[in-house]
């Protein structure tokens, strides 16, 4: 557990740069908070907020999918697995890492609209469960890019991501809502981007339940096929 | 009794995604025994499979086909490579203070507290890094980089060693200092598995030496062994007229000259039979570059075979 904390503790600081300008944003919505009349602009100032999610669910894609990639490129892979470090461990590190600078990023979404929103009428309670909601998604988008990384480059992996967690929501639009609980990143962003001032708090746990599951599936996956890869040949 | 590190007919291909490109192998039914407590060279032309070999043993890769063991282990076992301190070519490290990165392979290898703190300190200090110990390593020269990766190897003060070209970048004096630690940590006990194209230097701390050559090991044996088994002797002798032995060259009265080992003894005869006094027989050591040039452009047919350790 202390090998998978140290390797996320040193994943962060190697992306501290992505991280404040995730964290940018949020200032950006302080920012606003201040210079705007929270109670006569209250509509727009939710529209801004609901849009902090996708840059989190977009930095879970990109930084996920690249992780492993350039860890072999730049050869820094190779000190870190010559130690007493199972391949499992890596990839949890590296997941936990993620969900690490999203839970910062979380964290400091949910304080910027506790007082923001709150000012405005913003029930509390629903803005910590959709952060919640929020931190399940980008968890669950890292960990299908993670896995999609151990054995793709990093253009490969991030498009197979948004494939994967873009064609459940199309199927939703064809089929029926069923299919979106395929991979239920849009059903866990669904209640963020449609809340409203007036929104009651009626959690509904199905797509937190799914998403568990395949969070676990997908880090195991990962880790099994990354155990079998040759991390120190010719990358191109 | 098992080696420190066995390969045991070993081979890895790398196959293309595109047929067109075709497969490369990298290394050949290659069989390998390194004993503990010994130095051990391990010398090849580039691309010969030096670092596939040593990557396989990391376990960073899986072998086509053979298997091998480290430390009594299969390749590749997490809790092996605790007792292994890895030093890999063109050294790749994190962005940190020197001895704070120390550290913090240190920790990875379930190293921690001052017992850690305390170590990396030490290798820090015995890698001539202590007044550069808080700048990070970013600024840093090649060779300086190559000792922070030196001293990340060591902070474990593992079992076995594992360095691939340790002292390519390093200057004179590092180098020498360098040479001191193996030497010394052999004296501790521990083994070192020394991939080097510094053959002088092979030359002065090993005890064997292995030759590859395109995936195959083609030489193996103990450094004094090798670099004798010319089978040719310098005789020096007194007295003697020097147009008597073919290629003779004559200095301060001494003649010197080199005669086949099957006709040695037909040359002293001669020297005695001339009235001449014997002075030195000495067999002849070719250098390790010269063994190395010659049994790398042989014929790859040279390879020694199956299951030789």
Known sequence: MRTVFLIASNFVREQRWPIL????????????????????????LLVIFQQLPIYGIAFAVFIGGAAIHNERKSRRILAVLSKGVRRGEYISGVLVGIVFALMLYGLCMGLTGTWVLGQGGFSIALLWFLMFSFLMACVLASAVA?????????LFATLATGLALGIPFVMMLQFGRDWAYLIPVYLLLESFVKATFSTPWQPDWRPF??????????????SWIFARRDIAVALD | MPGVIEFVNVSKEYKSWFPSRGMVRALDDFSLQVEDGEIFGFLGPNGAGKSTAIHLAMGFMRATSGHGFMLGKGFGDAATRRRVG?????VALYHRPAEQLVRFYGALNGMRGSSLARRAHEVVEALGL?????????????????????????????????????TSALDPVARVSVRELLLESRKA????????????????????VAVVNRGRLVRLGGISELLESRQESEILARGVPPNSFPGAISSDGLVRFL????AQRSALQRVWALGGEIVSVNPVRRSLEELFLEVTTANSSD???????
């Open chain 2, 130 to 166: 202590v007044s550069d110990a808080r700048r990070n390593v970013r600024q840093f020269s090649r060779g300086m980089l190559q000792r922070v990766g030196l001293a990340q190897a060591l902070v474990n003060d593992p079992q076995l060693l594992i360095l691939d070209e340790p």
């Open chain 2, 259 to 262: 005669v086949e080992a099957t």
């Open chain 1, 146 to 154: 993670v896995f999609f990384s151990t054995f793709m480059t990093p």
């Open chain 2, 303 to 309: 390879a020694i075979g199956k299951g030789t350790t």
């Open chain 2, 189 to 208: 006990g521990k083994t070192i598995f020394l991939s080097s194209h510094m053959l002088s230097e092979v030359e002065l701390v090993c005890d064997r």
């Open chain 1, 209 to 222: 339940v799914v998403a568990t599951v395949e969070i676990v599936a997908f880090w195991l996956l990962a």
């Open chain 2, 86 to 90: 890895f030093l890999a070519e063109n």
């Open chain 1, 21 to 44: 300008v995730l964290l940018l944003w949020v200032l950006v919505t302080c920012v606003l908070g201040l210079m705007a009349d929270v109670r006569s602009d209250r509509e727009d």
